[in-house]
């Protein structure tokens, strides 16, 4: 199809500007449905239908939708909004923590290339694996853009409408909150919903299965009934009938038997089974052509790998068991089980074609009745009888009343194989695929990440430190690959601050492992300095594994020396490293090299921001005790009389970008654009402070583990007059207007209150800042002012 057609077909009729992403297809599987989105965007900027600055939601966090939204962010970075809207709390939620197997290429098998693991993509890629991996891949690649572009993600948001006016723009009606609901597009990507009849004995497909282990029950052969033959009802029956295998162990076991002739004659059958108005019952040829071709070690294998101790009904109210349009890998291996099972004459497993249940009445729960039969109560059931879509198409039913796509299938999505790339989708995102390494000459071993090694051990009061690196070349660790395994033969409770500085050094290495004596004492104290929790946000976690002891190696001494003089070298050592990767990155941004991160600044005013840094930086090289404070500030938003080892655990490379360049170039724009020359400080309160005024710029994600909100900054103990949230992009006026839950409207205020003009002015990364950082010095002087100024005239009415 070409871009055209594709724009054509997603679009709502007597709609100028909503659009169906991929939610009444047939091939469902994540890599078809990310195609889809790619094509579909392609299709959206080639038809020109928003302008460069204009605005686009997106309903839907599945793959469809985040892979859209954020092909957008990179191939139309210029938009004024990119926002995404879930119901759930988290993109991906179904597939979120799931040990099912996802390949990319799976419906393609058994054609050339259906084994590469890549999925190929340009945009938010990944490689085969169990669901939650390739969910942790998708995540960060969103989380990357939601970070450094326009788009924004509007979690536990319900659309309850969409409102297309009569000038192309849509009204989106949501149960959150958003900073502006009126778009040029809506891309409607609602998924198909969880699947039906989980209100019973059911577990969701994604869930974790029973089946890929072995049966332990206290009878001799309990029964599985499974009730459906799609792609999920085949692979469920598949798991029950071979002996505790996972979905991915199954896969591998069908595609490496070697099929001989077998394999041709599949082919054929398939293409003969979609020629026009074929009706080629599948079970039968598979039985009559190519089961005499399968040579006698396939079916030995297929025979060793069965369960030996349950018995299996698979039953559909469908007149063949093997539909077409499922995976020819799942009908296969279904095809040889159940062959399997009858040659060896074990009979363990019944197939129920052509009957449907008593009544219409699907058996979630208690015996099952099937027409014309006993009932009976399985062991286990599983009803995989296709999603439960209505949920979902719920608020937009009148809307889609007329879509030609939800009242015919679409014929090119029936047939279970990959849909492509369009050329012109390929040619507009390879710029944004990641480049491939440059291959090693022959004569050039490629040389891999080190594991360096260090040990710990006590000498009376002091600590011996032996190993491949010195106290004082620890930093050198964070500007590499190279991972490090420590020995410690010191107890946790006598390692003082040095244990803080340890799980600091591990928190951000590629790698860290742990060897300790007292391994459950190092282990709880790891954990808890670096629970996600207390890290600025959601995408920094523990990297410090702690593991029993092993005797170390034999490594050269290198320094004996106090507990706390050791923890003040190596925190000295990090905090300088530290240092010297934000002025790396800060000169990315500001200098030449021109990185983007999401806010596009006005040319002059970089220069501006950058000669501002250049004065700041020599006294944070210089001076331990400001560098100290205005990093770790950066980083969270407490403020401490009083900084220790423990709270400088976040500080530190993982925390680099959304944590501490963002914010640092938020309080440079505050010293060169407003009236208050602020610079970094040594003491409390904050970390800037100038002109009479105190400042903290701050760059957290979230506060005690929740997503940053102008609600939650609002309730925060902020200790100085100005607050600078370099990742809060809601406007924080709305949130000023908010009522304390302990007040209602018009309550005198009370003995203890703070008055308004004595609260801190927090200042967010919101739309208006952007616009202005863009826009140049000139401006943002003006919104700075404007804000400042808003804040004046809201103390003189509540005084007055």
Known sequence: MTPEEIFEDALVPNTRSVLVLGSFERRVTVYSQQVRALNLVDALLSQNVVRDDGKIAIIGGGAAGVTAAVA?????????????????????????????????????????????EDA??????????PAGDVVRALWNQFDEACRTTRLSFYPNSTVTSLKPSSISTVRVVTTGTAISRIYDVVILAIGFGLEAFLDGDTDSYWKPSALAGAMLVQMQEPSIFISGNG?????????????????????????????????????????????????????????????????????????????????????????????????????????????ADRDIERNAITV?????????V??????????????????????????????????????????????????????????????????????????????????????????????????????????????????????????????????????DGLIAALARLGCHA?????????????????????????????????????NDWEDPPAVAQRATSPIADLTRIVSDRLDLETLSQLHGALYDVLGPPNVEIGWLIEARLKGQLWARWLNWHPVLQAESA??????????????????????????????????????????????????HAVSPIAVAPGNMAGGGLTGHACGVGWIQGRDLSAGFAAAQAWTTGVVLLAQLREAFRLAERDVRFDHAPGDQAKVGDVLLDQEPLVIPADELFVIALEAGEQSMQQHLRSVIQWRATTNRASLE
Request: some cysteine; glycine content about 6%; aromatic content about 8%.
């Open 231 to 339: 792609d999920g009802g085949l692979v469920d029956f598949q798991m029950a009938a071979f002996n505790a295998l996972d979905h991915r162990a199954i896969c591998q076991l069908i595609t490496n038997l070697d099929l001989g002739d077998a394999l041709t004659e599949l082919r054929t059958i398939e293409v003969e089974a979609w020629a026009p108005g074929a009706n080629v019952n599948l079970m039968d040829a598979y039985r009559m052509r190519v089961k005499p071709l399968i040579p006698a070690p396939a079916w030995a294998t297929v025979v060793e790998a069965l369960r030996n101790n349950v018995r299996i009904r698979l039953h559909t109210n469908e007149a063949q068991l093997l539909r077409k349009t499922t995976a020819l890998h799942n009908r296969l291996a279904t095809f040889l089980i159940i062959e």
């Open 352 to 360: 129920t074609t052509g009957v449907g249940f008593t009544d219409g």
């Open 362 to 495: 699907v058996p979630a729960t208690g015996p099952i009745s099937l027409d014309g039969e006993a009932p009976f109560t399985p062991y286990r059931r599983f009803l995989r009888l296709g999603p439960d879509s209505a949920p979902n198409l719920a608020p937009f039913d009148a809307l889609l009343a007329t879509y030609p796509g939800r009242l015919l299938p679409k014929a090119s999505a029936t047939r279970p194989e990959s849909p492509t790339l369009t050329a012109s989708a390929r040619a507009r995102f390879a710029r944004f695929a990641p480049a491939a390494a440059p291959a090693q000459l022959p004569e050039q071993a490629a040389v891999g990440p080190r594991i360096l090694r260090i040990v710990l051990q006590r000498q009376g009061s002091n600590i011996t430190w032996s190993g491949d690196l010195a106290p004082t070349d620890i930093d050198t660790l964070w500007r590499g690959n190279d991972g490090l395994s420590v020995y410690v033969d010191v107890a946790a409770a006598d390692s």
């Open 626 to 675: 400001t560098r100290r404070r205005f990093m770790l500030l950066l980083v969270t938003e407490q403020d401490h009389d009083n900084i220790t080892p423990e709270l400088l655990v976040r500080v530190g490379p993982r925390s680099l970008r959304p944590f501490l360049t963002k914010p640092t170039i938020f309080g440079l724009t505050f010293a060169v654009c407003s009236e």
């Open 510 to 546: 590629a790698s860290f492992h742990l060897y300790a004596r007292d391994a459950q004492g190092w282990r709880t104290s790891m954990t808890s300095l670096c629970a996600s929790r207390s890290l600025p946000g959601p995408d920094m976690g523990t990297r410090c594994i702690v």
């Open 120 to 129: 190929g993509l340009p945009i938010m890629n990944w490689t085969a694996g």
């Open 72 to 116: 957008l962010s990179k191939a139309a970075p210029n938009l004024k909004a990119l926002d995404l809207f879930e119901a759930r709390a988290d993109i991906l939620q179904l597939q979120k923590n799931s040990t099912r197997y996802l390949h990319p290429h799976f419906y393609d098998w058994p054609s050339i290339g259906s084994d590469e």
